[in-house]
């Protein structure tokens, strides 16, 4: 008995130790995968994840897109992927799973219809509208009107601004009750859903702040979420402008195809967004992604494609419950069910594996597809069906599952809750959501794809964003544009025209060069007409402006003229009847703008000159002339400038210095001097092998042998760097969308002739070859325009194209800087972004957009490169950049892409301009692990210079006033601040409706921690009652505090 208790006795120890050692292991184990642990210590120390730095440990950062992309691994063929394996915890942040509480709850379902309406991609957004849209929105106003559950959703406010003005009062109504209710929900408000890659962000602003100006003042709403289901990727920059606008939820579908499986197993796939430069999450945004990528059914339960597209239930009649078998297996898109509860059963496994790729039981369930429910069929038979298959569904007790028709925000409410109630939390990440793949392919082709396009639309941007200045100004400062105004409601007219053809082309097809050919025509013709009617209206906003100066004391500039004259001048009716044109001329659509050419004779030809950036300037201006004999130019003082000439045939380029005041206008005369010959400055010959221009900042040397430049000498600096510009043919083919997989090149040597002016303000080298113009200039002035090499790029692919030229034509840069493999690049002018070359990734996968900025710097030198257009950019070896300039597509697509498969061969003539600034660098240790870089504030103002252009205008009309040359402005804005938006707010009858003014505060080396500054001052009117423009509150007069890179939009009534 005794040695029977002795073994029982150790049985029993031996059963104790093995229950401790197991509930040690459980407990270590949930520990590790608890849902309730501080985010912030989370973060793991590998070594393969570049960017979880200490950095990024003081910001609260988890991860970035950056640390995403260096563990991908590369499988020939197949694509770039994440690890697969879901054992473990996560390297980006630790794997954790549901607790029993809340598996054993209910799934949540939120059935939401939706319908993509592209305002042009196969066809034009007019027969987009006409046979699809318009009667999209007609039967969601009826069908939600009848079934009282039934949601759904709209994103691009340019259809629904037109459809509103076509209906009556009660269909009007029943879209405000509608809204109002929370069914029809608006989804961000803007114009359209615009790319958000290659935009600038003042074109996204613009059109953000003209969408939802409509929504607010007609629907009474403010737009909380948004639904980017067809952009490809997402920007950190245009996060933080919809941040600023209240949008604290994001969803998103397009993300890189390899990262969507890892995703889904460590329940990455919502997430909140910081910005990389804020410190308290003031601007964070919950982002959701769907983790199957497919904008239609296809995607929308789970992984089984087959399964959710049976849920396109609007060609079906699913039979009553009380009669749930079919006679025979019901084919519903290709899968057969035999009842409603196995289609039911069949939906609901896919359901719960989708929804076990998010840390809640809460579901989003988007049913739609590109221009779907446009008859009355379909959201009858829809609606009908569903309702069926859901209350099914929800009467089962089995399935444990409750489905319900709702909202983006329904669904956030929800998921808010369930995260309260289980105490989740989420992982903290940053960065550009970008490139984005579907196939094996990375989708960085249309960074550069139709740079004719591209050029254009930058060009109607720069002439927009001017005459919006203008006007804000002139209606503020008033009583310059008024009621009583000549042609009033033309200029309004035609203003709000040219301003949403500009933002129509910040759509995702448009912007991008993606659309199908006729398409593409559809948008070039509304860009050179916008351009055209915006040169218009700045023309008689220019008259409105010059009678201001002539007759009020209060605009003029804070220095009297030479003579110290303030006197006003009798001839005020002949600034009225005058007429003023622009120098910028088109003459035909798929032409590029052209200089006019200025007919002089005697002393009545007066340049006018707007400078709209925030900042005196001194700017070259270049003006063709054709005259008999030689010409004076005479300066707002009347004082006569030194010009330079370049001579072709008949015509002269005139080129002198301005000096121009801060969003202000100067009066500049031409006249004739038949005392003086003009006379052009001798080209050395080819067999010249070197020749080095010399200004008063830079010297740059060139092999005239070779056709390049070699050595850029900064004087100020006191610094010589290699200069070298290749021109490269990147010779793999692919589509409009893709980047091929490999880089390999050619380099171009069909150099022929040269010719160089080295003249008084200018110095300037031209290379000539086969289908591309290179022109060097520096400018021989001190300050920033001083100290930066701007190149000139003519190229014609559509001649290259008759010669079998494919692929890409691409600048190459080469420096001594040793920058390894990591480059900066903007996004979306906003800020520079940190990227790395990635040797084991496929060649298209390091191809980032340009939209104006790139960097590569070491220790000892920067050199930041500028663009007044979007390009995509790669820096593949330290000390060079590569820039692309131009591409002929001819390849079509793999089967991944849409179907039209982006074969463009519309190639245009095309015009580019690159600007080379070389700095001392300003490298800190912080640069190698930060994801983002400071740019200097010289290449800050170089870069607002370059984006804000002069407008050039004439008139042959003879008028006098006694000051030429005055400013808008009220005070000086600091130099680290700009107007990033200012316009006026123009209602349905063209009448004013108040101003809106965004401020942006830049992220600039010499940043302290908070600048005041008081809007109101900028106006000469200080009392101004401020607004905020997204939320229905007023604020207060006073100073405002701004942090480094914030942006605060204001309503001015």
């Given at each position: 008995m005794k040695i029977r208790m002795d073994k029982f006795i150790v049985r029993l120890l031996v059963f104790f130790v093995l229950m401790f050692f197991v509930f040690l292991i459980t407990f270590t184990k949930n520990t590790n995968r608890s849902t309730t642990f501080n985010p912030v210590d989370s973060i793991l120390s590998n070594n393969n994840v570049k960017s979880n730095s200490k950095w990024n440990l003081e910001m609260g950062i988890n991860w970035t897109w950056n640390s995403v992309l260096d563990i991908l691994e590369h499988f020939p063929g197949r694509g770039d992927f994440l690890p697969s394996d879901s054992e473990g915890p996560s390297v980006l942040y630790p794997n954790r799973s549901k607790s029993e509480e809340l598996i054993n709850d209910k799934l949540s379902v939120f059935v939401l219809l939706h319908?993509?309406?592209?305002?042009?991609?196969?066809?034009?957004?007019?027969?987009?509208?006409?046979?699809?849209?318009?009667?999209?929105?007609?039967?969601?106003?009826?069908?939600?009107?009848?079934?009282?559950?039934?949601?759904?959703?709209?994103?691009?406010?340019?259809?629904?601004?037109?459809?509103?003005?076509?209906?009556?009062?009660?269909?009007?109504?029943?879209?405000?009750?509608?809204?109002?209710?929370?069914?029809?929900?608006?989804?961000?408000?803007?114009?359209?859903?615009?790319?958000?890659?290659?935009?600038?962000?003042?074109?996204?602003?613009?059109?953000?702040?003209?969408?939802?100006?409509?929504?607010?003042?007609?629907?009474?709403?403010?737009?909380?979420?948004?639904?980017?289901?067809?952009?490809?990727?997402?920007?950190?920059?245009?996060?933080?402008?919809?941040?600023?606008?209240?949008?604290?939820?994001?969803?998103?579908?397009?993300?890189?195809?390899?990262?969507?499986?890892?995703?889904?197993?460590?329940?990455?796939?919502?997430?909140?967004?910081?910005?990389?430069?804020?410190?308290?999450?003031?601007?964070?945004?919950?982002?959701?992604?769907?983790?199957?990528?497919?904008?239609?059914?296809?995607?929308?339960?789970?992984?089984?494609?087959?399964?959710?597209?049976?849920?396109?239930?609007?060609?079906?009649?699913?039979?009553?419950?009380?009669?749930?078998?079919?006679?025979?297996?019901?084919?519903?898109?290709?899968?057969?069910?035999?009842?409603?509860?196995?289609?039911?059963?069949?939906?609901?496994?896919?359901?719960?594996?989708?929804?076990?790729?998010?840390?809640?039981?809460?579901?989003?369930?988007?049913?739609?597809?590109?221009?779907?429910?446009?008859?009355?069929?379909?959201?009858?038979?829809?609606?009908?069906?569903?309702?069926?298959?859901?209350?099914?569904?929800?009467?089962?007790?089995?399935?444990?599952?409750?489905?319900?028709?709702?909202?983006?925000?329904?669904?956030?409410?929800?998921?808010?809750?369930?995260?309260?109630?289980?105490?989740?939390?989420?992982?903290?990440?940053?960065?550009?959501?970008?490139?984005?793949?579907?196939?094996?392919?990375?989708?960085?082709?249309?960074?550069?794809?139709?740079?004719?396009?591209?050029?254009?639309?930058?060009?109607?941007?720069?002439?927009?964003?001017?005459?919006?200045?203008?006007?804000?100004?002139?209606?503020?400062?008033?009583?310059?544009?008024?009621?009583?105004?000549?042609?009033?409601?033309?200029?309004?007219?035609?203003?709000?025209?040219?301003?949403?053809?500009?933002?129509?082309?910040?759509?995702?097809?448009?912007?991008?060069?993606?659309?199908?050919?006729?398409?593409?025509?559809?948008?070039?013709?509304?860009?050179?007409?916008?351009?055209?009617?915006?040169?218009?209206?700045?023309?008689?906003?220019?008259?409105?402006?010059?009678?201001?100066s002539c007759t009020n004391t209060a605009l003029r500039h804070k220095h009297p003229n030479k003579d110290g004259n303030f006197n006003l001048v009798e001839k005020v009716r002949d600034v009225l009847n005058i007429s003023i044109f622009p120098t910028a001329v088109r003459d035909r659509v798929e032409e590029l703008t052209r200089q006019e050419v200025l007919n002089v004779s005697g002393d009545t030809t007066k340049l006018i000159i707007f400078n709209s950036f925030t900042q005196t300037r001194r700017e070259l201006i270049t003006v063709s002339i054709k005259t008999k004999g030689s010409v004076l130019i005479k300066d707002p003082n009347n004082l006569s400038v030194d010009f330079d000439v370049e001579i072709f045939k008949d015509i002269m380029k005139v080129t002198f210095i301005s000096e121009l005041p801060p969003v202000g206008i100067s009066v500049f005369n031409i006249v004739?001097?038949?005392?003086?010959?003009?006379?052009?400055?001798?080209?050395?010959?080819?067999?010249?092998?070197?020749?080095?221009?010399?200004?008063?900042?830079?010297?740059?040397?060139?092999?005239?042998?070779?056709?390049?430049?070699?050595?850029?000498?900064?004087?100020?600096?006191?610094?010589?760097?290699?200069?070298?510009?290749?021109?490269?043919?990147?010779?793999?083919?692919?589509?409009?969308?893709?980047?091929?997989?490999?880089?390999?090149?050619?380099?171009?040597?069909?150099?022929?002739?040269?010719?160089?002016?080295?003249?008084?303000?200018?110095?300037?080298?031209?290379?000539?070859?086969?289908?591309?113009?290179?022109?060097?200039?520096?400018?021989?002035?001190?300050?920033?325009?001083?100290?930066?090499?701007?190149?000139?790029?003519?190229?014609?692919?559509?001649?290259?194209?008759?010669?079998?030229?494919?692929?890409?034509?691409?600048?190459?840069?080469?420096?001594?800087?040793?920058?390894?493999?990591?480059?900066?690049?903007?996004?979306?002018?906003?800020q520079l972004m940190k990227r790395t070359f990635r040797k084991h990734l496929s060649f298209g996968a390091n191809v980032y957009p340009m939209t104006s900025m790139a960097v590569i710097q070491d220790r000892f030198q920067r050199l930041t490169v500028h663009s007044i257009q979007p390009n995509g950019v790669v820096s593949r070896d330290s000390g060079s950049l590569d820039i692309m300039i131009d591409r002929v597509v001819t390849a079509y697509s793999d089967g991944t892409v849409r179907e039209f498969a982006g074969n463009t061969k519309d190639n245009l003539p095309t015009f580019t301009k690159l600007y080379f600034q070389l700095e001392k660098s300003l490298f800190s240790v912080q640069d190698g692990q930060a994801e983002t870089l400071q740019p200097s504030l010289e290449s800050v103002i170089t870069n607002d210079l370059i984006q804000h252009p002069v407008q050039t205008f004439f008139t042959q009309s003879n008028f006098a006033c006694s000051q030429n040359s005055f400013s808008f402005l009220n005070c000086e804005i600091p130099s680290e601040m700009i107007i990033a938006n200012l316009k006026c707010l123009i209602g349905d009858e063209f009448n004013l409706d108040g101003l809106t003014l965004t401020l942006l505060r830049r992220d600039v080396s010499i940043n302290t921690s908070y600048l005041e500054f008081k809007p109101s001052t900028i106006f000469r009117n200080g009392s101004v009652t401020l607004h905020n423009m997204f939320k229905d509150s007023n604020i207060f007069h006073g100073n405002f505090s701004f942090k480094p890179l914030e942006m605060k939009t204001f309503l001015i009534k």
């Open positions: 319908s993509h309406n592209d305002p042009g991609y196969r066809h034009t957004l007019e027969d987009y509208y006409k046979f699809r849209a318009k009667k999209v929105l007609s039967l969601a106003v009826q069908k939600l009107t009848k079934y009282k559950d039934l949601t759904f959703i709209w994103t691009d406010t340019c259809f629904l601004e037109r459809w509103w003005n076509e209906q009556n009062s009660k269909t009007k109504n029943e879209l405000k009750q509608l809204v109002k209710s929370g069914r029809f929900e608006i989804a961000l408000g803007a114009w359209v859903s615009a790319d958000e890659c290659v935009t600038h962000y003042f074109a996204y602003l613009d059109q953000l702040i003209e969408g939802y100006y409509w929504i607010r003042q007609h629907l009474g709403v403010f737009p909380k979420i948004s639904f980017n289901m067809d952009q490809f990727g997402s920007s950190a920059s245009v996060n933080y402008i919809r941040s600023v606008a209240g949008i604290k939820i994001s969803f998103l579908n397009h993300l890189h195809k390899g990262t969507k499986k890892y995703f889904r197993q460590h329940r990455l796939l919502e997430f909140y967004n910081r910005q990389l430069s804020d410190k308290t999450g003031e601007d964070d945004t919950f982002m959701h992604i769907e983790p199957f990528d497919d904008l239609s059914f296809k995607g929308s339960c789970g992984p089984a494609k087959m399964v959710c597209v049976s849920l396109d239930l609007r060609t079906f009649k699913l039979p009553h419950p009380d009669e749930l078998s079919f006679k025979l297996p019901k084919l519903l898109n290709g899968m057969p069910y035999w009842n409603v509860h196995h289609f039911a059963k069949v939906l609901v496994s896919q359901m719960k594996i989708k929804s076990d790729g998010y840390l809640h039981n809460v579901l989003m369930l988007p049913l739609g597809n590109d221009i779907l429910y446009h008859t009355a069929g379909e959201w009858k038979n829809q609606y009908r069906n569903l309702k069926i298959l859901m209350e099914y569904i929800n009467s089962y007790k089995p399935f444990k599952v409750h489905m319900q028709f709702g909202t983006i925000e329904k669904y956030y409410e929800e998921v808010m809750r369930q995260t309260k109630r289980y105490k989740i939390q989420y992982a903290l990440a940053a960065g550009d959501y970008f490139p984005y793949t579907r196939g094996p392919k990375y989708w960085s082709g249309y960074f550069t794809t139709r740079q004719f396009m591209k050029r254009l639309g930058r060009e109607l941007q720069e002439s927009v964003r001017a005459v919006d200045l203008l006007m804000s100004f002139l209606v503020y400062n008033g009583p310059g544009l008024n009621k009583q105004t000549t042609n009033y409601k033309i200029i309004l007219s035609n203003l709000t025209y040219a301003r949403r053809q500009l933002y129509i082309f910040q759509h995702h097809d448009a912007i991008t060069g993606t659309a199908e050919e006729e398409t593409v025509k559809d948008f070039k013709q509304r860009l050179s007409s916008a351009f055209i009617m915006s040169q218009e209206v700045m023309s008689e906003l220019l008259k409105i402006a010059l009678q201001m004739t001097n038949s005392d003086k010959t003009i006379k052009q400055e001798v080209t050395p010959k080819k067999e010249e092998k070197y020749f080095v221009c010399q200004t008063l900042e830079m010297n740059l040397t060139y092999s005239i042998s070779e056709g390049i430049p070699l050595t850029l000498c900064s004087k100020k600096e006191n610094t010589c760097s290699i200069f070298q510009i290749d021109l490269l043919h990147y010779t793999p083919i692919s589509d409009a969308y893709t980047f091929p997989d490999s880089g390999k090149y050619t380099i171009i040597q069909d150099y022929s002739w040269h010719r160089i002016i080295n003249g008084k303000t200018f110095c300037s080298v031209e290379f000539f070859f086969k289908f591309i113009t290179l022109k060097y200039v520096l400018q021989n002035v001190h300050g920033v325009n001083g100290r930066r090499v701007q190149m000139e790029i003519h190229d014609n692919l559509s001649k290259a194209t008759a010669n079998n030229f494919e692929g890409q034509f691409v600048v190459r840069v080469k420096t001594n800087i040793e920058n390894g493999d990591t480059y900066y690049t903007d996004s979306n002018g906003l």
